[in-house]
């Protein structure tokens, strides 16, 4: 049957900041790393994504950081948006296979 | 470029039916397809892997004889939920991806209701 829900994080912010999602990740043999948005009732949407040869990548709005030394990764977004008000996993390929392993997510609230 | 469609977006369905749920890769070829399963406010659960061509490996507790996975061609697969009961409801989401350590594109996802 169904797990029992479990709380998600949640971050809340005002539109117009900037937001910082955080994530651990387990493997440190893990070497590609993504972010992926989803928005309710829809599929993860891929969002950036970082190889273990980098500490720093950036897109339009938004900045992935990775520190392998303390196995973390964040996504930075700037000046959020009430669209950008989804739930946010980062997943990490531990090289071994085609495998994904997800976060657990963190919801991001932007009020306006 | 990288879409992935899945068909149907929700399905209602009897209890002891069985249930067919596509995946397509619409701009490439996907060599390996993934089918998760999510509950609500819970992340995604693999199911299985599947590659073009061979058997889907399944993952540990997914039981291969109740989800049924084909993986006929680069841009299709399909997961059949046999004899479905109620405590299948819940909301499938496939991926694909065109190679090792590629991006996995998600599909839209499925809703499916088992009364």
């Known amino acids: 049957g169904e797990s029992v829900g479990l709380h998600l994080p949640t971050l809340s912010v005002q539109e117009g900041d900037n937001s910082i999602i955080n994530c651990a990740y387990s493997?440190?043999?893990?070497?590609?790393f993504i972010w992926y948005k989803q928005e309710s009732g829809k599929g993860p949407q891929f969002i950036i994504d970082i190889r273990s040869n980098m500490d720093k990548r950036q897109g339009q709005r938004v900045t992935v950081l990775l520190n392998k030394t303390v196995k973390h990764l964040s996504l930075q977004i700037a000046a959020t948006q009430p669209g950008d008000s989804a739930v946010y996993f980062c997943?990490?390929?531990?090289?071994?296979?085609?495998?994904?392993?997800f976060g657990k997510g963190t919801l991001l609230t932007v009020n306006p | 470029g990288a879409v992935v469609s899945q068909h149907p977006s929700w399905v209602i369905c009897k209890s002891g039916t069985s249930v067919k749920i596509e995946c397509r890769s619409l701009?490439?070829?996907?060599?390996?397809m993934f089918w998760y399963r999510q509950f609500p406010k819970q992340s995604l659960m693999l199911m299985a892997t599947s590659n073009e061509g061979s058997k889907a490996t399944y993952e540990q507790g997914v039981e291969k004889d109740k989800f049924l996975i084909n993986h006929a061609s680069l841009t299709l697969s399909t997961l059949t939920v046999t004899s479905a009961h109620p405590e299948d409801s819940s909301f499938y989401i496939c991926s694909a991806s065109s190679g090792y350590q590629e991006t996995q594109y998600f599909g839209p996802g499925t809703r499916l209701l088992v009364l």
């Open positions: 997943a990490e390929n531990p090289g071994s296979n085609y495998k994904l392993t």
């Open positions: 493997n440190s043999a893990s070497d590609y």
């Open positions: 701009d490439f070829q996907a060599t390996t």
